[in-house]
């Protein structure tokens, strides 16, 4: 039978994928935090969110204390907690006092879910340029462990605690580090610690113009100096993330690393568009350019040619070349008064004739733009997820016909997508914007896949091997062209 | 699960009494090695489970160390029972410890359960560091049966163990530290009745043998001492240190030492456990001697020792008694480690605290009170007595009425006030209160920033990153926006070009000048910013002025020498701005902004030859105010090569 498969109602949902999916709504989200298996994200108020797979998210995270902007980092087999209580003009004044507690885990229904008594480890009076809130951890390379906080009432400021308690170091003097900011962070990456400060108007739905910068120093004390050399200290600092993609006033900036070269950064946005305009969990691609971080942006569903870093060769159907017709014109002898005419694309309809019924398996190959190398990429509602993102079936355009993971780590395609765990497929932004592809489970092997990746094993020859950032075969580009 | 909010101070562990607070102290032993106080203490517990409940419990030793008496460091744990061969493990019998310095070496003396056998032994272990790492003995000393170990290494370098084991025993030591030097003898010519925790020292001669006594029966222990003219007795008792706490804490254990000219007496008591009194406390108090070298009997004190910072947290709950109508009572009953708050009951309540040293406060100096009251009230701070200088009278407002009601009775609050008097050196601090029912967990002073000072005569310069800091600053114009969502570039061209006082877009006008301003009469402020932003927040704060939803208003004169052409004026501003040279305006900042250096930029302009007049507006609405401006040429450096001029 040769009749098209051309599936026009895709089994994908027009999933809403500008934030993550479930109930993600939450203001001031922890840097998200892991526990076997699990995703945990703590908010302003309280609560938190929790995921089962780092995509779909709901309340239920727990965190005594109420107040303000925590976050939260697993030191040893330990979660400390760090918030803020009072201050930042909450019950009207800036009198605010940062607190550290420790958990064994953050699985509310563990029987080990117990923080320990809250700790004082910085405050502001009310009467300084300072507002003790908003604080943010880092583990720096050496073990040291630091915590800058503070709002637009003052400045950020920079304070030391021992990792081992939790305590203020002793004799730890505070160190100011930025104005004008609020959500500070602090991250290290490649002898830079990076401060990321959110600026911007807040807590206005809509019409908030939050927006996250960033500045850096090879000192963890400052100065941290912006892509034009101005210190934070005097307000600088360079864009990571500002409203678009129907999201506005992106806050709190938060950074994961999930593999080599491939990170997050989690926030919330103001404002939804798509969920009327509620203040919900963003998680977006963390991109290094230059030194810089740089929100990536959320992929999109689409028609993409799938394209190797390795060679440039696209991932294509291992199926005959159909050479399209053309009436040929020797330069030597060209009529450039003749008119041009239009040549239209090859149609799938011209090619699938050619090809065979069953399983057709893949290579990469010269990009041509024809139908064998043009894969059309969607969510799959109801397949879950991965930490930032859906899995995706990838088919090539007009047809069900689905890229697929085989038992012995090898690739091909099946004539119609089933929704089997091999057809799914995660992909993740790397931090130097290639993307990596993995399917979600290989057939035979228990539990999800977190290491075999699409790979380039030659430059016409893709396969499924272990993932290495520092090998350009593992890494893909999406391009519609 | 909602679980309490629990706060615990990082802040210094003060010298107020009990000295450590985020654990018990028992048996405090205290001895001077390169010139800085170490403690080593026994370490109770909570019995965990399996352990006798109701009796003393210790598995390990830590060590402290502090250079004023008023903060220290906890070195960690020195050894756990776990950690010596001879030692039981498990066995939760760390008694009372001491350490002393031979030779440069450390020689740390502890009693625990031995692996067989009944009773107690003494181990030792030696360190190069009185913080240690030590290395353990493996047998405990031959012949030393008991509790409570402590060495007298007297003048000549003879070294004398004593302890507590039938009575109080004592022994020579041989050089080597670690072994008796003959047998063992009973003390004689101590009184009858339980002793134990025997601490022997030398002054001026006299040999001293202190310890916990029991004077009658089913009497609880006071401190009491015996004094001889040789080391090992026979000895003359002579009477109390001090006498039993009074609040029947049963044990008391002690150690005497000279530290900087001054005698202190450490001892404990379980004001941290007030119900189980095998938790306990390490206090200090000052001892003194009577010429003849008896001793002066001590009367515990909360107060403690030592000198408190007004920078640090002083807290008045550890007050110099008698006082009147004051309570005291724990900031939280389940966790007594975050410590004690005092209240002042009625008007007519007051309490002193001795020994706050005010060399720290500088003139800008303010209070912070962390308070809690059931009423609206002034905390009222005065020197010495009650008829002393006032410092402060700290507003207490737990409630308010009207648009932003707010009621805060019984919560405790973070309170600033301005200081009325600074006074000068150590002195003590009287406080009471206007009407009483109010409680104090801690007061600080701490110096204020520096933000402004009045304008020098004479010409300023730009900085060297040319930011201009001289300038006239009007008092804020009352401008009651909530909210800085409303700056829109059209609302500000309307609000900041209305006139509202007169030649307010002409004249330059001179410092102490004043302006009506519908009901508001202003003044004209000349200033020199001690920061490269001018923080008007700050400057509208320190004059007592409204400090949201107000429109500020500046003005400065350049002076060039030449023609400057091809300059742009860059600024920033909390939150937006209008810019004026020589009465054109060349920049508006809108927008709900924070201040960025080099936010916003004119157009080129030439800075005429002779004075340029610069003028801006600055308005916000809730939040703090600043703004920054420079010049900046063509390639984006610093314009300097003028003077700023406001007379």
Known sequence: ?481 | MLLTLGLLSYLPLCAQNPIIRDQFTADPTARVFNGKMYLYPSHDIPAPAGQRQDWFCMADYHVFSSENLTDWEDHGVIVTHNDVEWVRPESYAMWAPDCVCKNGKYYFYFPASPKSGRGFGIGVGISDSPSGPFRFEPNMIQGAMGIDPCVLIDDDGTSYLYWSGMGIRGCKLKDNMTELDGQSQQMEGLPDGFKEGPFAFKRNGIYYLTFPWVRKEGGTETLAYSTSTSPLGPWTFKGLIMAEHSNGCWTNHHSIVEYKGEWYLFYHHNDLSPKFDKNRSAHIDKITFAKNGDIIEVKPTIRGVGINPSTSRIEIDRYDEPGKGVTVEFVDTANTFKGWYATLTDKDSWLTYRDVDFSDLGASGYLIANVKAENNTELIIKEKNAKGKTLAKVKVVCMTEGQFRRDNRGRWMTLTSSLDYIPKGVTDLYITSADGNVSIDWIQFKNRDKYFQPASSGSARPDDQGFIRRWLLLDPIDKPNRSNTVFTDSYLQENFNKEYFANQFTAVPKSGQQEKVEKQVLTWHGLDSERFNVKLFRFADLNQKQIYGVLFWGVTVINCDEEIPNVRLAAGSNSASSWWLNGEQVLLLSGDRRMVEDDGMSQRLTLKKGKNILRCAVINGPGMSDFCVRFLDESGKPVTNYTINIE
């Open chain 1, 1 to 481: 039978m040769k009749s098209l498969i051309i599936t026009l109602a895709l089994s994908a949902t027009s999933l809403s994928i500008t934030a993550q999916d479930g109930q993600p709504y939450i203001h001031d989200p922890s840097t998200i935090a892991e526990r076997e298996g699990k995703y945990y994200t703590f908010g302003t108020g309280g609560g938190g969110l929790i995921s089962e797979d780092g995509w779909v998210w709901h309340g239920g995270a727990e965190r005594p204390g109420g107040g303000a902007a925590p976050d939260v980092m697993k030191i040893g087999d330990r979660y400390l907690m760090i918030y803020g209580a009072t201050g930042g003009g909450l019950g009207g004044g800036h009198n605010g006092r940062i607190l550290t507690m420790w958990n064994k885990t953050l699985d509310p229904k563990s029987p080990d879910f117990k923080f320990t008594d809250a700790v004082e480890v910085a405050a502001s009076d009310g009467m300084e340029d300072n507002d003790a809130i908003d604080p943010c951890l880092l583990l720096d390379p050496r073990g040291r462990l630091w915590v800058s906080y503070g709002t637009y009432f003052g400045t950020i400021r920079l304070i030391e605690l021992d990792p081992k308690t939790g305590f203020r170091k002793k004799g730890n003097k505070e160190k100011d580090i930025a104005i004008d900011c609020e959500a500070s962070d602090l991250i290290y990456r490649d002898g830079w610690y990076y401060q990321l400060g959110t600026h911007g108007t807040c807590c206005d739905g809509v019409n908030s113009t939050y927006n996250i910068v960033v500045g850096r120093s090879k000192d963890v004390t400052g100065p941290y100096v912006d892509n034009v050399g101005r210190d934070m200290f005097h307000g600088g600092g360079k864009m990571v993330i500002n409203a678009g993609d129907r999201v506005c006033g992106p806050g709190h900036f938060g950074r994961t690393i999930i593999d080599e070269g491939v990170e997050i950064m989690s926030c919330h946005y103001e404002a939804d568009f798509d969920r009327s305009g509620r203040s919900v969990l963003g998680i977006r691609p963390l991109l290094w350019k230059n030194g810089w971080p740089v929100a990536g942006d959320r992929f999109k569903s689409g028609t993409y040619e799938i394209e190797s870093e390795r060679r440039g060769y696209s991932l294509e159907l291992a199926v005959d070349f159909v050479r399209m017709t053309q009436e040929r014109q020797r330069f030597w002898n060209m009529d450039a008064n003749q008119p041009l005419v239009k040549i239209e694309n090859q149609k799938l309809s011209d090619v699938i004739s050619t090809w065979p019924n069953g399983n057709i398996g893949v290579r990469t190959g010269d990009y041509m733009f024809r139908p064998h190398q043009r894969w059309t990429v969607t969510p799959v509602a109801e397949a879950g997820g991965y930490l930032g993102g859906p899995y995706y079936k990838i088919v090539i355009e007009g047809t069900d016909r689905a890229l697929t993971a085989t038992a012995n780590k090898e690739l091909t395609t099946v004539p119609t997508f089933s929704g089997s765990d091999e057809q799914l497929w995660r992909i993740e932004q790397l931090t130097d914007g290639c993307f990596r592809i993995m399917p979600k489970r290989i057939p035979g092997e228990t539990g999800l896949n977190t290491t075999y990746v699409l790979y380039s094993a030659g430059d016409s020859s893709p396969t499924l091997a272990k993932w290495d950032f520092r090998s350009d075969n593992s890494k893909w580009n999406f391009r519609n062209q």
